[in-house]
């Protein structure tokens, strides 16, 4: 980890487990917690043709990788009246949702969404970016971030935690989800500035996971409720997309509450 010296809180390390539902990876510990959860990440799958259940819906040629249909295969496979997805712009807006409309739902450009709406399923895209699920059990409140380092500085962890009643934070569970690990990530002084992290002389190794971690025991969340995903994006066994491995494609991260 580079010049990371400072020990990992004693949070949980999770191997998400498959799911038959969809091409997906799912947190096996909170559906046995939370039944009344939809969450997971999908995988390249083998079952659109071309081998790959690439969920990229922006960029370029997205028609031609047949993302809609896959899209549509996605929602009717989860069962929900909706999925809400937008284009990604590595900040720190995060959206709530309280009514949507059937089918795919894009509202403007963010990188977080939260709802406690049944029936509607949140989605991030992503490729080695850190897919956070947020579930608050009591009232039944989710929201799901996706935070590359971008956004990770930008502090879109801390704001998905604010979208959440005060009174209510204190109880959230965390995970961060398949993703590239601190091995595969080495990146450039500027990077471990904008984490506020110490500057190594050249480029180092940081495992975001941790940063995201970290940040979320800073803000008050128990360090026994957050857990991270041991699966790397790229170095892992090959079922996920890697930016940095040379894919182009996406998978998709997805919370909801069952309808």
Do not use: N
Not at 79 to 98: D, N, P, W, Y
Not at 227 to 241: A, E, I
């Amino acid at each position: 980890m580079g010049t990371e010296t400072t020990e990992w809180p004693d949070v949980s390390v999770v191997y998400e487990e498959p799911w038959d539902e969809v091409p997906a990876v799912t947190h096996a510990a909170w559906s046995r917690a939370f039944p009344w959860l939809l969450q997971g990440t999908t995988t390249r799958g083998s079952e659109a043709g071309d081998g790959q259940f690439d969920l990229r819906l922006f960029g370029g040629a997205v028609e031609a990788v047949g993302a809609r249909e896959r899209w549509r295969l996605f929602r009717r496979r989860l069962g929900t009246r909706s999925v809400v997805h937008a284009k990604q712009v590595h900040g720190a807006t995060v959206r709530r949702h309280r009514q949507t409309g059937p089918g795919l739902i894009l509202p403007p450009d963010c990188d977080g969404h939260v709802t406690k709406v049944p029936g509607v399923v949140l989605a991030v895209s992503v490729a080695d970016c850190v897919p956070v699920s947020l579930v608050e059990p009591e009232e039944r409140e989710v929201g799901l971030l996706h935070a590359g380092w971008r956004g990770t500085a930008a502090g879109v962890l801390e704001r998905g935690i604010r979208a959440f009643p005060e009174e209510r934070r204190g109880g959230l569970y965390v995970h961060m989800g398949p993703s590239i690990c601190g091995a595969c990530y080495e990146v450039g002084g500027e990077v471990f500035e904008a984490l506020g992290l110490p500057v190594p002389p050249g480029p180092e190794p940081v495992d975001l996971r941790l940063v995201l971690a970290r940040r979320a025991v800073t803000a008050g969340i128990d360090a026994g409720k957050i857990s991270v995903s041991g699966h790397c994006t790229r170095c892992g066994d090959g079922r996920f997309f890697s930016h940095r491995g040379g894919d182009t494609g996406r998978q998709v991260a997805f919370l909801g509450i069952r309808q």
